[in-house]
């Protein structure tokens, strides 16, 4: 599985941004889909999770409300909807992948996820 994402930018605290994710090479219903994002200096942290249906998904606790992570089989392609951003949720976002089953506590670890994508940057200025 390829994964490409796009829709980082530079937004003010308050605004929005959506993040897409773009999967080729495989049945993208096969596989739950995730965000990640790592700040400067920190290690790479769990943001949203998605069931390959759609009908599962979990999220951190500090995002959960602002964020809204989705996806789209027949364009093979997931979602993560961020309003109310804030400076603290600057950072680099990593869509990834994996085949795995739903595991509520694994959903959240990076070694769970097979496939990443390159990463696009969001910059959110008080």
């Known amino acids: 599985v390829q994964l490409q994402a796009s829709g980082g930018g530079l937004v003010q605290a308050g605004g929005s941004l959506r993040l897409s994710c773009a999967a080729s090479?495989?049945?993208?219903?096969?596989?739950?889909m995730a965000w990640f994002r790592q700040a400067p200096g920190k290690e790479r942290e769990f943001v949203a999770v998605?069931?390959?249906?759609?009908?599962?998904?979990y999220y951190r606790g500090s995002v959960k409300g602002r964020f809204t992570i989705s996806r789209d089989n027949a364009k093979n392609t997931v979602y993560l909807q961020m309003n109310s951003l804030k400076p603290e949720d600057t950072a680099v976002y990593y869509c990834a992948a994996d085949d795995g089953p739903w595991a509520p506590l694994g959903n959240i670890r990076t070694n769970m996820y097979f496939y990443w994508g390159q990463g696009t940057l969001v910059t959110v200025s008080s």
């Open positions: 090479g495989r049945t993208f219903s096969n596989y739950k």
């Open positions: 998605i069931s390959g249906s759609g009908g599962n998904t």
